[in-house]
């Protein structure tokens, strides 16, 4: 049984970096929407309750029976988490002023107090919250203080019980860690056992139990997390395994050879489909980027479809869901759940028992478990690329010229940053075909030729990403050698929009 640590989900953005701080320790968590504790699960060795974009006065603010967990496992609140504890056994949560955002030191610890053991007065921690506590319960005391926030951290009496208003779980919070550690590991007695091997282990007993002697079928895209799925689950059941990979035509240059090549290697029975002719016809003249996802998508599905049909006694589809695609996030309105955007209808239309065995998995733990199962780093570390793929990337109407234009183009900015060691450095990047001419010279010809975008952000989730600040130097060499190589493009220019306001992709 693998020990685990709850976190309740209050809605807070930073509910799902608590997650992955916990699981750095090697230990196990599941984020949990805050009503819905199991308590009949005896793995539970610990609480943490998140924040919240609500104030705990606020009508419409979720609530927590804190009798139903109290006294059962050590808790932690953090932020909303540590107010909706004092608030509710009596204390007082008014709004702060405003200068409870950002960096803050702790001028106050209570050192012997288990929580914040190792942590020296002075520490930084990052505050934002609107409320705050300016009287804690009978019963509890004050274990921090900064100079604005008279009780950045309390504890009850005598109690494994404690609240942090600041956010332990960012980075700009430099103590973070250890308090973390010292929750999780001395408080709740956590065996940190949880590592990428003792995932693949257990996974793959878990797969060879459920799956026994049937046969499934999974879409590879060339991205990493079906990748990491399809060799997990080939582990496990081996040639009961089949992999079917689609060439829609909107690959980057050579990928589909190459991508395909990667797959054999690793030992995966793996169909390489070229429908790239079926989607060229479809998309011909379209130019809505809704109707060129809509069509790719639909044809994506039937393709897959009609591969799998050809495959007996088929009684599983396997994906590569991750964790982030999963947890329900609480958004303002009401509880809704996030869409798996790169699994749309396969599911409903194949009517097979589905199989997703990452779905536990954040983005970089998938990537530990790749790297564990011996999979090669080029495969591990590739950007994320978009299910439609360059369809996106052409503005107006695709055509396969306008692709082959495109992948040229897109192959020299890509093989540049992996030449100038600057492809781990950003979050993803690609170039962009505008459906627009302009006028240029070349040697004594007047020539009037296309313009493209180069495309580079930063970003940990893509929910916000900049424009990644790449060396002038290095934007001059692609510029010069996508216009002195790639025939029908005159001009290069970068894109320095962030998200928000602009997205990664053009379309
Ligand atoms: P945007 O353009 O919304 O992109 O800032 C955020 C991330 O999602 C990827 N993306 C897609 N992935 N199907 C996908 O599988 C799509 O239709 C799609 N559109 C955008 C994008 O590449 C970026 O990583």
């Known amino acids: 049984m693998t020990e685990k640590i709850i976190i309740l989900d209050f809605g807070s953005q930073t509910t799902q970096l608590i997650g992955r701080r916990v699981r750095e320790l090697n230990t196990y968590c599941e984020i949990i929407p805050y009503n819905k504790m199991p308590l009949d699960d005896p793995s539970v060795i610990g609480v943490i309750l998140s924040g919240s974009p609500f104030s705990v ?170 990748s990491v799925a399809a060799v997990l689950l080939n582990r496990a059941i081996g040639s009961n395994l089949t992999c079917i990979f689609v060439d829609h035509g909107m690959l980057r240059k050579d990928e589909f050879k190459n991508v395909l090549h990667d797959y054999e290697c690793l030992g995966l029975n793996v169909i390489g489909v070229d429908a790239s002719q079926k989607f060229f016809t479809e998309l011909a003249g379209v130019t809505d980027p809704e109707r060129k996802r809509k069509i790719i998508g639909k044809g994506f599905i039937d393709v897959f479809d009609e591969e799998a049909h050809k495959i007996k006694d088929v009684r599983w589809l396997a994906q590569g869901t991750i964790y982030p695609d999963c947890i329900e996030s609480l958004s303002i309105t009401g509880t809704t759940i996030k869409s798996h955007h790169n699994v749309g209808g396969l599911p409903e239309k194949m009517n097979l028992r589905l199989c997703e065995p990452l779905r536990l998995l954040f983005k970089d733990e998938v990537r530990a478990v790749g790297r564990e199962l011996g999979m090669p780093d080029h495969l591990i570390k590739r950007h994320p690329f978009p299910g439609p793929g360059l369809a996106v990337r052409i503005l107006g109407d695709i055509t396969p010229e306008k692709v082959a234009v495109l992948q040229e183009a ?98």
């Open 57 to 226: 006065y606020d009508e419409k603010a979720f609530k927590l029976n804190l009798d139903t967990i109290r006294g059962r496992y050590p808790i932690l609140g953090i932020c909303y988490g540590a107010q909706l504890i004092a608030y509710n056994n009596g204390g007082t949560v008014e709004p702060a002023n405003s200068r409870e955002y950002g960096r803050a030191n702790l001028s106050f610890i209570d050192s012997s107090d288990p929580l914040l053991k190792g942590i020296e007065p002075g520490a930084q921690v990052w505050m934002s919250h609107g409320d705050t506590i300016t009287s804690i319960p009978a019963g509890f005391h004050t274990i921090a203080s900064t100079d604005k926030v008279p009780v950045a951290a309390y504890r009850a009496d005598g109690e494994p019980l404690w609240g942090v208003q600041f956010h332990p779980e960012v980075y700009h919070s430099t103590c973070g860690t250890q308090l973390l550690r010292n929750f999780v590991v001395d408080i709740c007695h956590s065996h940190q056992t949880w590592s990428a091997a003792s995932f693949i282990e257990t996974t793959v007993a878990a797969l060879k139990q459920q799956l026994g002697s049937d046969k499934v079928v999974l879409g590879l895209s060339g991205g990493v997390d079906s």
């Open 410 to 507: 897109d192959h020299i900015f890509i093989q540049g940053l992996r030449d100038w060691g600057l492809y781990d450095k950003v979050w993803q990047a690609g170039v962009i075909l505008l459906p627009v001419q302009s006028v240029g010279v070349m040697g004594d010809e007047r020539t009037y030729e296309r313009a493209v975008a180069l495309r580079a952000v930063t970003s940990t989730d893509a929910m916000t990403a900049d424009w990644a600040h790449l060396p002038y130097e290095f934007l001059a060499k692609v510029s010069n050698d996508i216009i002195n190589h790639v025939r029908g493009v005159n001009r290069v220019t970068y894109d320095i929009s962030s998200k928000p306001p602009s997205t990664i992709e053009w379309e």
